[in-house]
C-alpha cells in the first residue's frame, strides 16, 4: 500500500511545526508562495491557546505514496488522547534540537509511541547552528532508542536540509496501513466542532471504506448516523468520495453534540442486521473517559448566572470530556459543579470561561468522587464536600483507586518510590522494560495522585519521568468532614474531606492558609475549622486599627478618589460572606 | 459658598515628612511666579466666576514671601475677583513673620491664621525636619494675639514614631493652654521620595490610642470635632474647608492648584509647568464620582450625609442601597443624617469603600 500515517514527536521548540511546513511545501500541499502567512497563523493561534489546540491530521502527496501526519497533544491530563492519535499512526519522526538535545517531554512521549508499537524515524533538527554539537546528540538518541548511527537523519527544517532523505525513509521504513479486511472499522482519534456542521469525528480507518451514504454506527456511543459527508485536511478541508482502509480523515454526519463522539470509538456500518452488527468487535484500548477532578465554580457577580450556564454549553460543544451538573452554595449561590480529567484540563476550561467567554468565575478547591455507602443500603456519590451526609448517617466511605504506571530512567527510581509511599500507594511492580527505561506500577488513591502529584515527579525526575494512571477500583477508607466557620457562619464552599489522621494536621494548616488570604476587615475574623461539631483549630484576622486619610482639602480630594477607584477594583476579587469579604482564592486554599 | 484658594509654593526648608509642591524661596522666582498668576487669574475670571466667600492663601509657606511680593498677589487677586470675604486666611510657619508682618496681615483684612506648629516637642519638630522650635512657636502664636488675630488655627501632627503618650499629651495641654479657635490634627504619613519614607511607623494600637485621647481631650477643653481631623470651638469652623467638604465650588491659582466647578475638576502644573504657562488638567466628574465623593467627604464631617439630600441627589435606588450598608457599630443614623460612629473614625476610610464598593455593585 502507498500509505504512510505518522506523527512527529518533539519537544516544544525544537522544529515541529518548522518541520511540518517544510513538509508541506515539499510536497506541495502548499506552495512556497502563500508559506509565510500559513506559519505565522498557525505559530499565533498555537502561542495563544497554549496544548488546548491541536492541527488537523494534514494529508500529503509525496512520489505517489500519502502521507498522512497527525498532531497529538502532551500532558498526562490528555495521555488517553494521545496514545489514541498515536494508535491511528505506524510511525513517528523523532526530532530533537541539534544544540539542546533530547529533552524529557519527548522522552515521555516518545515511551508511549514505543509502547503502541510504532516505528521510530530520529532525527537531529537545527544542524545549521554553528553551535550545533551533532555528535553528542547522537549519542544520546543511540542510547535511547538502540539504534544505529546511520538510522538517525540530520537535518534544518528551517533551510529545508535532508527534508527530502527524511521524506524517503518515511517511505522506506514507516509501514504501511495493515489490510484487515473489508469489514468497515474505523478508529475515532479526535475531533473539532464546527459551528455550522456539528461535531466532527476524525477518523483512522482500520479496514473496509466509509463513503458518503452510508449507514454508521459509533459502538460504544451506540448512535447511528447517516453519513453526509467525507474527506481530509490538506491542508483545507477537501470533500472526497470514499476513505479507505489506512487512510485519516473526517466524516460529517451532523451530530449534534461533542458527547456522541467519544475518543476512541469505534465506527462500523450500521446497515447490516443487528446480529451482524453486535458480531463486528470494537477496535482494542478503548476508554471510557471520565472525570476524576471535581470543583465548583460560580459566576463571580451572581447576575451573571445564566452567561456562565451558556459559556459551558458552549464548551462542551467542543469538549465532550467536560462536565457540569447545576448546584447551589450558601456562601457562593448559584453555580455549577463540575467534573475534569484532570489539573491542568480544570486549568483550561476556567481560562476559557474567564478569556474566551469573559465571565469571571470562582472555583473551588478541586475533590475526587466519594462513593458513600449509607447505614440505610443506599449508595450516594459524593462530588462535593459540602454534601457529604452526616456522619451517623454514614456506613463506609470509599474513594477511588487507580492503577498508575511511571516510566523513568533508572537514576529516579529511588525518589519515585518515596513519593509514591508517601501518598498512600501500594507498589505492584517494577521492571525494566527497555535498557534504561523503569516501569513502576503502583495503586494509589485518586486524591494522592490528581492534584500536585504528576508536577512533583516531574520535578524529582527532572522531568525524564511519565506518568499514565487508569481507574482500578473503589476502596474504603477512614474520611472525616473538615467544615470552616468564619464569624461563626459555615462556608460550605470551603468544606473539605481528609483522611481521619491527618484532619487536625489539614485543619490547621487551612486555617493558618486562609488567616493569610483573607485581608484585615472593619471587624475581627475568626476563622474555625470544625469536624463532628468539635473546633479542631482556630486563627484570627485582627481588624484594621488604622485606615483614615488625614487630610482632604483641594488635590487631595482627587487623589483619594482615584485611590478608592483602585481600591474598589480589588473589592471585585472578593466575596462578601456574611459581613465578611473573602477574597477569590481562599476558596482554592482547601487543596493546596 | 465658593472658595479661592492661592497655593504659594515657596518655603524655606523642605520639612522631612512633606510631599507637597513646594521650593525653597527665592526671589528670582518669585517675580516669575507672580506673573504666571497675573495671566492664570485674568483667564479663570472668565471662565469661572468671580465672586467668593472665603480666600485662603496656603502652601509651601506663605509667610515666607515678603510683604511686597505679597501685597502684588492681593493686588492680582483683588483686581480681578470680587472679594469682601468674611474668611481670609494666610498659612504661617513660626520663624518666618514678626509682629510687624503680622501687622500688615490684618491690616489687609487677613482675618484668619493657620499656624503650623505640628508638635512642641523640640525632639519631634527635629525629627520632622521644622525649622522652629517648641518655645519659638508659642512665642509665634503669643505675637499674633498681640497684633490682634481674632480666628486662629494650630496644626498638629501625631503618630511621629518617636512620639509617645506623654509627650502627645503635653503637647495638646501646650496647645489648649493657649486657647487657639481651632486645630487640625494630622496623622503623620511617609510619602515616597520623601525622607521619610521607609521609616518604621508608629505602632497601629498607639496611634489609634493617641487620636481617641485627642478627641476626648479637646471635648473636655471645649473644642467639637466637626470633621476626621478637625477641632474648633463654637462659631470659629473654618468656612473655607467646609466648603471642600461640603462638595462646594472652589477656584486654586497657582501650581499644583485644583479647581472644581460643580462638574469638573482641574488640576495645575508644577511650578515650573506653570510659569512656562501650562495650563491645567481638566476632568469631567461622573455620576459615579460625583457619588463617590458626596460619601467620601461627607462621611469626614461629624455632622455625616443628610439622607434626604442624598436621595434627592441619587435618587431612591441608591439610597436604599445606602440604607442597607449603615450596620453598627461603623454608623449610625441620627434623625436625618448617618455618620461614621466616633469611635470608628479612625478607620473612615475603610468604612467608607466598603459603602462605596457595595453601592456601585450588589443589586
Ligand atoms: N536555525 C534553525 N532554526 C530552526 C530550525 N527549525 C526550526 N527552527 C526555529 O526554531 C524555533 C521553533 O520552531 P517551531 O517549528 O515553531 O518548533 P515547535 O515548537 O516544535 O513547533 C523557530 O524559531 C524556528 O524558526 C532549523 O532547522 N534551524
Ligand atoms: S513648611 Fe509645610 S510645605 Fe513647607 S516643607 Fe514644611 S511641611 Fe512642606
Known amino acids: 500500500m502507498n500509505k504512510r500515517n505518522f506523527c512527529i514527536i518533539a519537544h516544544i521548540d525544537h522544529g515541529k511545526s518548522t518541520l511540518a511546513d517544510r513538509m508541506l511545501e515539499i510536497t506541495g500541499t502548499i506552495p512556497k508562495r502563500l508559506m509565510r502567512d500559513q506559519v505565522l497563523d498557525a505559530m499565533e493561534l498555537e502561542r495563544e491557546h497554549g496544548i488546548t489546540i491541536k492541527a488537523h491530521p494534514t494529508r500529503m502527496k509525496y512520489k505517489g505514496f500519502i502521507f498522512n501526519l497527525i498532531d497529538t497533544p502532551g500532558h498526562v491530563d490528555f495521555s488517553y488522547e494521545v496514545t489514541r492519535s498515536l494508535v491511528a499512526c505506524e510511525g513517528a519522526v523523532l526530532i530533537v534540537d541539534a544544540v539542546q538535545g533530547v529533552q524529557a517531554q519527548t522522552v515521555s512521549n516518545l515511551y508511549m509511541a514505543l509502547d503502541v508499537g510504532l516505528t521510530i524515524i530520529p532525527v537531529i533538527n537545527k544542524i545549521d547552528l554553528p553551535n550545533a554539537h551533532i555528535e553528542d546528540i547522537k549519542e544520546e538518541i543511540i542510547d535511547l532508542l538502540n539504534v544505529e548511527e546511520k538510522e538517525i537523519l540530520l537535518v534544518s527544517a528551517k533551510n529545508g536540509w535532508g527534508i527530502e532523505n527524511l521524506m524517503e525513509r518515511i517511505v522506506e521504513k514507516i509501514p504501511p496501513p495493515h489490510d484487515s479486511g473489508s469489514t468497515l472499522k474505523a478508529l475515532i482519534f479526535d475531533s473539532y466542532y464546527d459551528e455550522y456542521r456539528g461535531a466532527i469525528p476524525y477518523l483512522r480507518i482500520m479496514s473496509g471504506s466509509i463513503e458518503t451514504g452510508i449507514n454508521v454506527r459509533f459502538i460504544k456511543s451506540g448512535k447511528n448516523f447517516e453519513v453526509q459527508e467525507v474527506g481530509y485536511f490538506s491542508p483545507k478541508k477537501v470533500k472526497s468520495e470514499i476513505l479507505q482502509t489506512g487512510d485519516v480523515g473526517y466524516i460529517i454526519c451532523n451530530i449534534r453534540g461533542a458527547k456522541d463522539i467519544k475518543t476512541g470509538d469505534t465506527v462500523i456500518e450500521s446497515q447490516k442486521s443487528k446480529v451482524e452488527s453486535q458480531s463486528v468487535k470494537p477496535l482494542p484500548g478503548y476508554r471510557e473517559v471520565t472525570p476524576y477532578v471535581y470543583a465548583g465554580i460560580y459566576p463571580a457577580d451572581g447576575e451573571k448566572y445564566n452567561s456562565l450556564k451558556d459559556a459551558l454549553e458552549k464548551l462542551v460543544l467542543t469538549d465532550s470530556s467536560l462536565i457540569y451538573e447545576p448546584e447551589t452554595s450558601v456562601a457562593l449561590g448559584f453555580g455549577f459543579r463540575c467534573g475534569f480529567l484532570g489539573m491542568l484540563h480544570k486549568k483550561i476550561i476556567e481560562e476559557r470561561l474567564e478569556r474566551e467567554m469573559n465571565i469571571s468565575i470562582i472555583s473551588t478547591s478541586p475533590n475526587i468522587r466519594y462513593k458513600v455507602k449509607l447505614q440505610n443500603g443506599d449508595t450516594e456519590w459524593v462530588e462535593n464536600p459540602g454534601q457529604m451526609p452526616k456522619p451517623i448517617e454514614i456506613n463506609v466511605i470509599e474513594e477511588p483507586v487507580v492503577k498508575a504506571k511511571i516510566f523513568t530512567p533508572p537514576g529516579y527510581i529511588g525518589s519515585i518510590l518515596k513519593l509514591c509511599e508517601k501518598r498512600r500507594g501500594i507498589q505492584k511492580s517494577i521492571f525494566y522494560h527497555r535498557e534504561n527505561m523503569v516501569e513502576i506500577e503502583y495503586e494509589i488513591p485518586l486524591s494522592e495522585l490528581i492534584f500536585d502529584f504528576y508536577d512533583t515527579l516531574k520535578s524529582i525526575s527532572q522531568g525524564f519521568a511519565s506518568l499514565d494512571y487508569e481507574f482500578l477500583e473503589y476502596r474504603p477508607g477512614d474520611f472525616v468532614k473538615v467544615d470552616i466557620l468564619v464569624n461563626s457562619k459555615q462556608v460550605d464552599a470551603l468544606s473539605s474531606i481528609v483522611i481521619r489522621d491527618n484532619a487536625y494536621f489539614d485543619a490547621v494548616r487551612l486555617v493558618r492558609r486562609l488567616k493569610q488570604v483573607i485581608p484585615r476587615q472593619l471587624f475581627e475574623v475568626i476563622i474555625q475549622a470544625a469536624s463532628n461539631g468539635r473546633i479542631i483549630a482556630k486563627s484570627r484576622v485582627a481588624p484594621i486599627r488604622k485606615d483614615v486619610t488625614a487630610k482632604c482639602y483641594g488635590g487631595d480630594i482627587t487623589r483619594k478618589r482615584k485611590l478608592l477607584e483602585r481600591q474598589k477594583e480589588g473589592k471585585k476579587k472578593m466575596k462578601r460572606i456574611g459581613m465578611v469579604e473573602i477574597p477569590k482564592e481562599a476558596f482554592l486554599c482547601v487543596r493546596e | ?363
Not at chain 2, 519638630?125 to 512665642?139: D, F, M, N, P, Q
Request: charged share 25%; with cysteine; hydrophobic share 35%.
Open chain 2, 1 to 363: 459658598m465658593p472658595g479661592l484658594y492661592i497655593h504659594i509654593p515657596f518655603c524655606i526648608k523642605k520639612c522631612k515628612y512633606c510631599a507637597f509642591h513646594s521650593l525653597p524661596y527665592n526671589s528670582e522666582l518669585v517675580k516669575q511666579y507672580i506673573v504666571s498668576l497675573k495671566k492664570e487669574a485674568e483667564l479663570r475670571k472668565e471662565t469661572f466666576g468671580k465672586t467668593f466667600d472665603t480666600v485662603y492663601i496656603g502652601g509651601g509657606t506663605p509667610s515666607v514671601l515678603k510683604i511686597s511680593e505679597l501685597l502684588d498677589i492681593l493686588k492680582i487677586i483683588n483686581y480681578n475677583f470680587n472679594l469682601s470675604p468674611r474668611e481670609f486666611t494666610i498659612e504661617v510657619n513660626p520663624g518666618t513673620v514678626n509682629r510687624e508682618k503680622l501687622t500688615w496681615y490684618r491690616s489687609v483684612g487677613i482675618n484668619r491664621l493657620s499656624i503650623g506648629v505640628q508638635s512642641l516637642n523640640d525632639k519631634e519638630l527635629e525629627y520632622l525636619g521644622r525649622i522652629h522650635t517648641g518655645k519659638e512657636a508659642v512665642e509665634c502664636f503669643k505675637d499674633t494675639r498681640f497684633v490682634g488675630f481674632k480666628n486662629i488655627s494650630i496644626d498638629l501632627i501625631y503618630g511621629i514614631p518617636i512620639q509617645d503618650k506623654n509627650s502627645w499629651y503635653s503637647t495638646l495641654n501646650g496647645i489648649t493652654a493657649l486657647y487657639p479657635e481651632h486645630i487640625s490634627a494630622y496623622s503623620l504619613s511617609y510619602e515616597p521620595d520623601t525622607p521619610l519614607y521607609g521609616e518604621k511607623p508608629m505602632k497601629e494600637d498607639l496611634e489609634e490610642k493617641l487620636y481617641y485621647y485627642m478627641i476626648e481631650y479637646l471635648k473636655d477643653k471645649g473644642y467639637e470635632q466637626y470633621e476626621i481631623s478637625t477641632f474648633a470651638i463654637s462659631g470659629y469652623k473654618s468656612r473655607h474647608n467646609t466648603n471642600y467638604w461640603n462638595g462646594g465650588i472652589y477656584l486654586g491659582l497657582g501650581p499644583s492648584a485644583h479647581s472644581f466647578d460643580g462638574t469638573h475638576r482641574y488640576a495645575n502644573p508644577e511650578l515650573f509647568d506653570y510659569i512656562k504657562g501650562k495650563s491645567f488638567k481638566k476632568e469631567k466628574i461622573n455620576r459615579t464620582e460625583a457619588l463617590e465623593e458626596y460619601i467620601m467627604l461627607g462621611l469626614r464631617k461629624r455632622e455625616g450625609i443628610s439622607l434626604l439630600e442624598f436621595s434627592n441627589r441619587f435618587g431612591n435606588e441608591t439610597y436604599n442601597k445606602l440604607i442597607k450598608e449603615i450596620k453598627e457599630p461603623f454608623l449610625e443614623v441620627d434623625r436625618d443624617r448617618v455618620r461614621i460612629t466616633e469611635k470608628k473614625q479612625f478607620i473612615a476610610d475603610a468604612i467608607i469603600i466598603s459603602i462605596i464598593y457595595h453601592l456601585s455593585n450588589e443589586k
